[in-house]
């Protein structure tokens, strides 16, 4: 039972107003009652509801049932196939194996043109943290490039390079090199000061310094930045081998939908369409999330 009356010392002279606010709590701290509720299970639905990939598979269930319901309800397969003739039309893709063949194709261009992109990103950004003209150069270029769709540059891509796959790394490049130096560089300046006095005590200098105070402080901004560019240089060599493979008769995922929209084979461009959104779902949520979760999660240095 809560004493909900003052507590007055003896040698306080003249007493003062009782104020309810000031109470004692008799009871003992750790009761029965408050151990039962804190160690009271979850239900079973609860314990299902805390696992984000049963989360989120519930959410593609429900966009599929949606996306099955609607194509149903058309009616009509050169407009929207529903959800099951389009599974069906992947895999017969899959089965004769042009789909896996352009799927590869698309997917060594778009790792050779990211990679290129980070290392360039690396460099603008080092010579920005390291001098006032890096800073400064990399603010003029970035106010020049960034706004440029990397799709503009597909003619003069195919000009300078010809119709090979130079063209479409070029685009790459240019798609993913901006959102990551721009990305890194605001994750480096938002370092806080304290933590770099820290790695000074500590006696780190130069590249040790950058390793184990820079980089970990920043990597919450350069993951975001490696996401954003990811997501440019995936959209953007789609949009390209749409052009490029109508100019050079090949390609990867963008021309396998461009040739089917052509053969009015709608159920196979929303195969490719699908397989592009696969294949996003996968690097987002298995080799992204697991970047994040062993390197900011462990490092404790979410933003």
């Known amino acids: 039972m809560l004493n909900m009356t003052a507590t007055v010392p003896r040698d306080a002279g003249p007493a003062t107003p009782v104020r309810a606010e000031i109470y004692h709590d008799d009871r003992a701290s750790t009761s029965e009652d408050e151990i039962t509720v804190v160690q009271a299970r979850l239900t079973w639905a609860e314990a299902l509801y805390n696992v984000?990939?049963?989360?989120?598979?519930?959410?593609?269930?429900?966009?599929?049932?949606?996306w099955?319901?609607?194509?149903?309800?058309?009616?009509?397969?050169?407009?929207?196939?529903s959800f099951s003739q389009t599974i069906a039309a992947l895999w017969d893709s899959v089965l004769n194996g042009g789909l896996?063949?352009?799927a590869l194709a698309s997917l060594k261009v778009?790792?050779?043109?990211?990679?290129?992109?980070?290392?360039?990103?690396?460099?603008?950004?080092?010579?920005?943290?390291?001098?006032?003209?890096?800073?400064?150069?990399?603010?003029?270029?970035?106010?020049?490039?960034?706004?440029?769709?990397?799709?503009?540059?597909l003619p003069l891509a195919l000009i300078w390079f010809g119709l090979g796959n130079m063209s479409l790394?070029?685009?790459?490049?240019?798609?993913?090199?901006?959102?990551?130096?721009?990305?890194?560089?605001?994750?480096?300046?938002?370092?806080?000061?304290?933590?770099?006095?820290?790695?000074?005590?500590?006696?780190?200098?130069?590249?040790?310094?950058?390793t184990k105070i820079l980089i970990p402080a920043a990597f919450p901004s350069i993951l975001t930045g490696l996401k954003i560019?990811?997501?440019?240089?995936?959209?953007?060599?789609?949009?390209?081998?749409?052009?490029?493979?109508?100019?050079?008769?090949?390609?990867?995922?963008?021309?396998?939908?461009?040739?089917?929209?052509?053969?009015?084979?709608?159920?196979?461009v929303f195969a490719g369409l699908l397989t592009v959104i696969i294949i996003g779902l996968v690097v987002e949520n298995l080799?992204?999330?697991t970047i994040e979760k062993r390197t900011i999660q462990r490092w404790g240095v979410q933003h």
């Open 100 to 102: 896996l063949m352009r």
């Open 68 to 81: 099955e319901i609607y194509g149903r309800t058309l009616n009509n397969d050169l407009l929207f196939p």
């Open 169 to 210: 790394v070029f685009v790459l490049v240019h798609s993913v090199t901006w959102a990551i130096a721009l990305n890194t560089h605001s994750g480096f300046l938002g370092v806080s000061r304290t933590l770099k006095m820290v790695g000074r005590n500590y006696g780190l200098k130069g590249w040790g310094f950058i």
């Open 229 to 268: 560019g990811w997501a440019f240089a995936w959209r953007t060599l789609i949009a390209a081998e749409l052009v490029f493979g109508v100019s050079s008769g090949s390609g990867g995922l963008g021309w396998f939908i461009f040739e089917n929209k052509n053969l009015l084979e709608i159920s196979n």
């Open 287 to 289: 080799i992204f999330a």
């Open 110 to 153: 778009l790792v050779t043109g990211y990679a290129v992109g980070i290392l360039l990103a690396a460099v603008l950004t080092a010579l920005a943290i390291a001098s006032r003209i890096g800073r400064d150069f990399l603010e003029i270029m970035t106010s020049m490039f960034n706004p440029l769709p990397a799709i503009a540059l």
């Open 52 to 66: 984000p990939v049963l989360r989120k598979g519930l959410i593609l269930v429900v966009l599929a049932l949606a």
